[in-house]
């Protein structure tokens, strides 16, 4: 049932499928200019829906990519407009990875929520549903190049159903507004997490991938057994590999095909997914990776055998990828309450535990003492979360922001003052989000938004190197990188270029017409910059200027003479600037 359901789909969305492909990599593009260039792939996709799911849609979906770069490549003027030009110079490999690279992030769209004019929406909506649905499936794509095609699809017949029942309704922009955000919230989490999760699959090994994709299966599915779940967590890393190469053919259908295998084994692996298998396509691959887990509390004796064998390091030595799999698999499903950075943490402890232990002469003594290093890790790891959260709420959100922001200004002083501000942001946002849970769902919370932060901090290190600390945290562990983060300090390798308070105070008129998050931005910049001039500066010194900034923004704000006063009142600020800089 569930494979027929999957098969039609496929056929009777292969436009749409195309079109995410399309619009994910031509951003630029308008909806009749991606619309054209999908009817020109059509005919080759065609070949590739008669494939049976069992059947590899690999060499088909992949000579679909090809075609597509080619046309591209082809046509100069769409080249030149998507700056793919020097992609197109490179052979097939190269080509496809720099267009890869070409696309723009998440971070590049104002995620601003505007609720669609009711009237416009229905009319069009009355008249064809079909294409209020495509225009929808083409903006998500363009603006979320990351973001899985079968999310997309989901997603898309989610909006067309709130649009549809909206339109019937009195009150359709309440209606709107109630049903439409959470798709716009959940559409902007699930991509970032794609994004992070490609980025993953780039920056480290193949182990990496596969022991964070082994942990999630495991917590989700604890009662499977290991080869099981040993299987799945290959299947969904090649599937995630697929995904991100930005195939949105070969992801339709290797979702598909996990969806197929899952519910043929769900007796197995997880009685919570049973409600998914009878969802018809695209439906139930989206249910299945947000089924909740099934809370199976197992015992913590069998843990020991990986202490207090005698065999452990013969086992180490023989197999050591599958029996650092095992492990993490038996610890997972017995620390359901941990992250999975923090469960990485521990398999990296346990992994370095036995190089050096089965060294030694008398090897059981040695590892017999792994339990007391978990715990210690785990210990180390809950005390950074609660220090985060017991600052916040000494400090206040707003307050909190700014300390965040002296720290990484500290940490990574050559990003500028506007990327610090947006990525202590997101931190502060997270904070706010965690802190308030009980405290176990704040220590998970806090370690799974600590990944997401910090993996948009490394992406743009990756683009263009901050420094070696930042370049340190980011390369060496990724289970280890947020302790690392935490622990590092200031760069004292950095020369802040010379830099007058006139050029970072500057009172405009248009500051009087901004909101109180935008002016707090500019507050916040002010303090960054001023902290890149003086490191080693504390808060307490900076604020005079900060609280004068402020006063001094809301008073010629209020006044007639807004032009005078600002004149008058900044040179005074930009003097006192001037004399805590030492200049």
């Not at 649009?163 to 209606?175: A, F, G, R, V």
């Not at 090994?205 to 779940?229: D, G, M, R, Y």
Request: proline fraction near 4%; glycine fraction near 4%; charged fraction near 25%.
């Amino acid at each position: 049932m569930q494979h027929t359901n999957s098969q039609n789909y496929l056929e009777e969305n292969l436009r749409d499928i195309v079109s995410i492909m399309v619009a994910q990599f031509l951003q630029k593009s308008t909806y009749e200019e991606v619309q054209i260039v999908v009817k020109e792939l059509l005919g080759f996709s065609e070949k590739c829906k008669s494939l049976e799911l069992h059947e590899s849609p690999s060499e088909c979906s992949h000579q679909l990519m090809t075609t597509f770069l080619e046309h591209i490549c082809n046509n100069q003027g769409m080249a030149d407009k998507h700056v793919l030009s020097d992609c197109c110079k490179t052979n097939n490999t190269a080509r496809h990875k720099c267009f890869l690279l070409s696309r723009k992030g998440d971070a590049d769209y104002r995620d601003n929520f505007q609720i669609p004019n009711p009237e416009q929406i229905c009319a069009m909506n009355k008249e064809n549903p079909v294409s209020v649905r495509k225009r929808y499936i083409y903006e998500t794509s363009r603006k979320h190049p990351f973001l899985y095609g079968p999310t997309i699809l989901t997603m898309s017949m989610c909006y067309e159903t709130a649009i549809q029942s909206c339109c019937q309704e009195e009150n359709k922009t309440e209606c709107f507004l109630i049903k439409l955000d959470p798709i716009r919230k959940y559409i902007r989490d699930i991509s970032l997490r794609h994004r992070h999760l490609c980025a993953i699959g780039i920056k480290f090994n193949h182990k990496v991938a596969k022991a964070v994709e082994l942990v999630l299966l495991t917590k989700k599915q604890p009662k499977a057994n290991f080869s099981e779940i040993a299987k799945l967590a290959i299947d969904v890393q090649n599937l995630h590999q697929t995904c991100c190469e930005g195939n949105a053919l070969a992801c339709v259908l290797g979702r598909s095909r996990f969806v197929n295998y899952t519910c043929s084994k769900q007796a197995t692996l997880s009685s919570r997914i049973a409600p998914c298998c009878v969802l018809p396509a695209p439906f139930g691959g989206e249910c299945i990776i947000n089924s909740e887990t099934d809370n199976k509390r197992l015992s913590p004796l069998p843990l020991s055998w990986f202490m207090e064998d005698q065999f452990v390091c013969k086992q180490f030595t023989d197999k050591q990828d599958d029996f650092l799999q095992e492990f993490l698999y038996e610890y997972s499903r017995r620390h359901l309450e941990l992250a999975v950075p923090v469960i990485l943490r521990v398999g990296t402890v346990y992994q370095n535990l036995l190089e050096k232990c089965c060294k030694l002469e008398n090897p059981l003594e040695c590892h017999s003492h792994g339990k007391e290093m978990f715990q210690r890790v785990v210990r180390e790891s809950h005390e950074h979360a609660k220090n985060h959260c017991d600052l916040r709420e000494k400090l206040g959100d707003s307050n909190f922001h700014d300390r965040l922001l002296v720290l990484y200004t500290k940490k990574a002083p050559q990003l500028s003052a506007q990327e610090l501000v947006m990525f202590t942001k997101n931190m502060a946002a997270s904070a706010t989000r965690c802190c308030p849970l009980s405290d176990e769902q704040q220590f998970v919370c806090m370690e799974d938004a600590a990944k997401l932060d910090l993996g948009a901090l490394c992406r743009r290190h990756e683009a263009q190197p901050v420094n070696a600390g930042v370049g340190h945290c980011c390369d060496d562990s990724y289970a280890f990188r947020k302790l690392c983060f935490d622990d590092l300090q200031v760069d004292g390798t950095y020369i802040s270029p010379p830099l007058s308070c006139d050029q970072v105070i500057s009172f405009q008129d248009d500051l009087c017409r901004a909101q109180e998050e935008e002016f707090q931005t500019e507050k916040q910049k002010l303090l960054s910059n001023l902290l890149k001039q003086k490191p080693c500066a504390t808060e307490m010194q900076l604020q005079p200027v900060i609280v004068d900034f402020i006063h001094l923004a809301k008073k010629c704000c209020q006044a007639e003479k807004r032009e005078t006063c600002f004149h008058e009142e900044e040179s005074k600020l930009i003097e006192k600037c001037q004399s805590l800089l030492g200049g």
